[in-house]
């Protein structure tokens, strides 16, 4: 069964930065292209970066390009988003998942972009 745990998330001031990282077990990470999404208060879950499953391949979404990052290591089964020049839209929780949305769902982890 597929276990999805992201963690990294926190409070941090406009302009700052923070890394998420998502840990999966349960299946062959690496034979998986990867996303991270959010959700913000009231509204839907967004896509925001995709990478292929070695890597090779990135997208973000408009909202982040240039300021977010995504990686990942599939030695140790975690991807991660390194997410720089924050801004308090970006506030919301968010959730890593294969491409498409086809597992289930971890807990998120809440990102707070606020002075």
């Known amino acids: 069964q597929v276990q999805l745990v992201e963690s990294g998330g926190g409070l941090v001031q406009p302009g700052g930065s923070l890394r998420l990282s998502c840990a999966a077990s349960?299946?062959?990470?690496?034979?998986?292209?990867m996303s991270w999404y959010r959700q913000a208060p009231g509204k839907e879950r967004e896509l925001v970066a995709d990478?292929?499953?070695?890597?090779?391949?990135?997208n973000y979404a408009d909202s982040v390009k240039g300021r977010f990052t995504i990686s990942r290591d599939n030695a140790k089964n975690t991807m991660y988003l390194q997410m720089n020049s924050l801004k308090p839209e970006d506030t919301a929780v968010y959730y890593c998942?294969?491409?498409?949305?086809?597992?289930?769902w971890g807990q998120g982890t809440q990102v707070t972009v606020s002075s």
């Open positions: 349960g299946v062959t990470f690496r034979y998986a292209a």
């Open positions: 998942n294969a491409r498409g949305a086809r597992w289930s």
């Open positions: 990478i292929s499953e070695f890597g090779g391949s990135t």
